[in-house]
């Protein structure tokens, strides 16, 4: 959420640390890092109760475009990430919309034999196309891009719909569900 403008975009990013801030010890410069691009205050109604999605207080950063950034604290404390050697920049920049992907699938309560409508053909929805194979679901993509409907298939799409071949998307979607009756969870 950008709350200021002007602003550098870019919030999906991972980097080397050049300089440490005041009481920083955990980590020191050099160390490959990635950050999430937001961090929950733990101190309001939902945070206590385990729902840091939901926090009153959240804290967001964006400016990961810029070639340097300050990393906001709180953030520091709670969502900085050392990358293992073994993990590219690119591969960890991914961090935070996989934690995204992971955690709508896993509240979703996807079960095997379920349907499941996918709307968008981006990273995120790709991600989620292939969890929720994974996890023995049947998969109706709707989204756009040649490239993309065919990356959908490659990462367990059953049904790829292209909406701008279509009028009514909901229908669509609807034909492909068993008697018509509409997918378990979109």
Do not use: W
């Not at 991914?94 to 934690?99: D, K, R, S, V, Y």
């Not at 194979?133 to 990356?151: D, F, N, P, S, Y």
């Amino acid at each position: 959420m950008i709350k200021k403008f002007p602003c550098t975009f870019g919030h999906e990013f991972s980097g080397t640390i050049v300089e440490l801030g005041k009481g920083v010890t955990r980590f020191q410069p050099g160390m490959r890092v990635v950050p999430a691009n937001t961090a929950p205050c733990q101190m309001c109604f939902y945070c206590k109760n385990g729902r840091q999605s939901l926090c009153e207080d959240l804290l967001y950063m964006n400016g990961g475009y810029a070639e340097y950034i300050a990393i906001p604290e709180r953030i520091v404390r709670y969502n900085l990430l050392e990358i293992p050697d073994h993990l590219s920049f690119q591969e960890a920049a991914l961090t935070e919309p996989l934690a995204c992907a992971i955690h709508g699938v896993e509240r979703s309560e996807i079960k095997l034999g379920d349907t499941v409508v996918i709307l968008g053909s981006g990273p995120l929805g790709l991600m989620i196309t292939r969890l929720v194979h994974l996890r023995g679901a049947r998969t109706i993509l709707l989204g756009k891009g040649q490239e993309r409907m065919e990356k959908a298939k490659k990462f367990g799409a059953d049904e790829v719909i292209d909406i701008s071949q279509v009028e009514d998307k909901v229908k669509a979607a609807r034909e492909m569900t068993e008697g018509g009756r509409g997918a378990d969870v979109v």
